[in-house]
């Protein structure tokens, strides 16, 4: 199998020289494949460092939506099977073998190595999907194979440090209209429900998902706050009515139990973490910092909510 490896990088100066070096050391016959980075309208370091690197290198003068952005990589594609990495993403010189060797596509990485207890940002959302989507997170714990259907579609954990799918298809899902930006599981979703097939979620496709400085990921959690807010809080459905009544919940702990109101709600938040630690020292992190990334993400729903009104 011959594959064309796109990277499709914004404002990646952080991590992009550790995700190149490792798509440059892929173990794979070198006339089998080819490396296409897309500079997606950086306004930092990360044309310069591609451009030290033995690639085809596409610039575009302003910031695309990722789905266009993948498409232009695509496009330019010599190859049939395509394989879009992540830019904080760190593959194995195996990869390519993996993905020949199991045979199958649109295909994910089962396993990204995440460290859990790197920052306490990483605790926090390792512990979440643990809890969201058991039993199938982490994937190793459960199986090599993972299937996605229609069925498990929403208790699977889609990650998208790498994605092997065959260019005709995405050209296809991308003439449709896609949204592939974090938190966005819409190209995933046209994959099973429109084109009615199975993505696979394989464990030996893994991956070192090296993530992002503190500082962005700081501001990241305010815009997935955003973000949830845009696609859950527009119209009324089971999410917006969870989060207006955890609010008239807690006003009305306030308005009834004033005396005790801040012993009730920390009793609550305690149970709440309770729920998600697995070990003592899951508890400790989450103490500290879960009250910092809960009031981040949720002033980017207020921010939502006051710039729709």
Known sequence: MNFSIIINAFNAEDTLYRCMDAVMAVDYPKEKYEVLMIDNGSNDRTFRISAGYNLRLIGSRKHLKNSDAMFIGAKNAKYENLLFIDQRTIVKKNILNKLNEIGYSPLISGEL????????????????????????????????????????????????????????????????????????????????????????????????????????????????????????????????????????????????YTNISLAVLFGIYISFLIYLSKSKKDFGILFLVAPGEILRFYSGTIKYISNRS
């Open 113 to 256: 190595n995440i460290d859990k207890y790197r920052s306490g940002h990483d605790t926090f959302m390792y512990l979440i999907s643990s809890r969201l989507y058991s039993p199938h997170f982490p994937q190793s714990g459960y199986a090599k194979e993972l299937w996605i259907t229609k069925k498990n579609f929403k208790k699977v954990s889609k990650n998208k440090a790498v994605l092997s799918i065959e260019k005709e298809l995405f050209l296809k899902l991308h003439g449709n209209g896609f949204d592939f930006n974090n938190g966005n599981d819409d190209l995933f979703r046209k994959i099973v429900f429109e084109q009615n097939l199975r993505l696979l979620s394989h464990t030996d496709v893994d991956v070192d998902f090296i993530g992002e400085l503190k500082v962005k990921t700081n501001r990241d959690i305010v815009e997935n706050g955003y973000k949830w807010g845009k696609k859950h809080l527009s119209s009324f459905n089971a999410f917006s009515f969870l989060y207006y009544m955890i609010h008239i919940a807690i006003l009305t702990i306030i308005i009834l």
